[in-house]
């Protein structure tokens, strides 16, 4: 069960390993196949930084949007230009053939299989969107690593260009079936993943029991949205209530870490916009999925 091993688990995997070593260790420590919810938990718990904890909510999002995903680390790419509107994308498919670039690729240089977000609509149609799989160091596709950000620069990112480049398409409508949906999925993995690397210092330091046991219950409530239809408007409205949870927490969380170890301070005051990210857009979700209860 993973909240046992949660409560068992008392180091964390190095940090000093690439990306993918580091990702491959996880998955090593976690033994055979984990559930997207269980890879976000129990990699957040092992992460030594909010980046690495993002990292394993992302890779578990990624899972949780596609079943069949290779073990290795992977990356969804849609943005273009600031934008993942279809109306923006420039990104064709042509058959089983990409040509385009996708300008903000997490881990790109480390990912082994990249999910590319294309246009695939007939001329003079509306935009259409298919999702496509293509392979880190194939034909026609590059990556070009970018300048760390401020924000976790322990996470690469990357530029990705699509020169021609065979591709797998996936079955299903690219922007309903997988990139609309991954926006809530991957909310909900990097919250688990966040609050298990805050729980795991919370037993490290230790903080307050009474927010030890806060964080997780938060962590259990993490357990029950990731069991419901990402796309279903409750779901919007739950996950809603724990960013509201763990927004609600902060006070006591800074205050926890000002207290601490001052290189755990430094790195929480680096990273703590972290579940900030994107958080327009969720409130849009928000507001849309309250009002169909209204």
């Not at 190095?14 to 919810?37: Q, T």
């Not at 596609?66 to 498919?93: M, Y």
């Not at 903000?104 to 149609?125: C, I, Q, S, Y």
């Not at 919250?191 to 806060?214: K, S």
């Amino acid at each position: 069960m993973p909240w046992q091993r949660l409560l068992d688990t008392h180091d964390r995997l190095p940090a000093d390993a690439s990306l993918d070593d580091w990702y491959a260790a996880l998955r090593e420590r976690l033994g055979g196949a984990p559930g997207p919810f269980e890879l976000a938990l129990l990699g957040g718990r092992l992460a030594a930084s909010p980046g690495l904890a993002f990292l394993a909510g992302y890779q578990a999002a990624l899972r949780a949007l596609w079943p069949s995903a290779p073990a290795s680390l992977g990356a969804l790419c849609v943005t273009e230009n600031k934008s993942v509107r279809p109306a923006d994308l420039q990104t064709r498919l042509d058959g089983l053939t990409l040509h385009g670039r996708k300008d903000f690729v997490t881990a790109a240089e480390a990912a082994d299989w990249l999910l590319v977000a294309a246009r695939d609509e007939p001329a003079g149609a509306p935009p259409r969107v298919a999702l496509c799989v293509v392979y880190n160091g194939a034909a026609g596709v590059r990556i070009e690593t970018l300048p760390a950000l401020p924000l976790m620069p322990d996470i690469s990112h990357g530029r990705l260009h699509l020169d021609g480049a065979h591709c797998e398409r996936l079955a299903g409508d690219g922007w309903d079936d997988y990139t609309k949906p991954f926006r809530s999925l991957e909310d909900l993995h990097v919250m688990t993943a966040v609050t298990a690397w805050q729980f795991g210092v919370a037993v490290e330091q230790p903080w307050p029991q009474a927010l030890r046991l806060q964080l997780l219950g938060l962590l259990s409530g993490c357990a029950e949205v990731a069991r419901q239809p990402a796309s279903a408007a409750v779901s919007h409205v739950l996950l809603g209530g724990l960013f509201a949870q763990q927004a609600a927490l902060r006070p006591q969380i800074d205050a926890a870490f000002a207290s601490g170890a001052p290189e755990l301070a430094a790195i929480w005051q680096r990273d703590q916009r972290l579940l900030d990210v994107a958080s327009a857009a969720r409130g849009k979700r928000l507001e849309k999925a309250l009002a169909s209860f209204a």
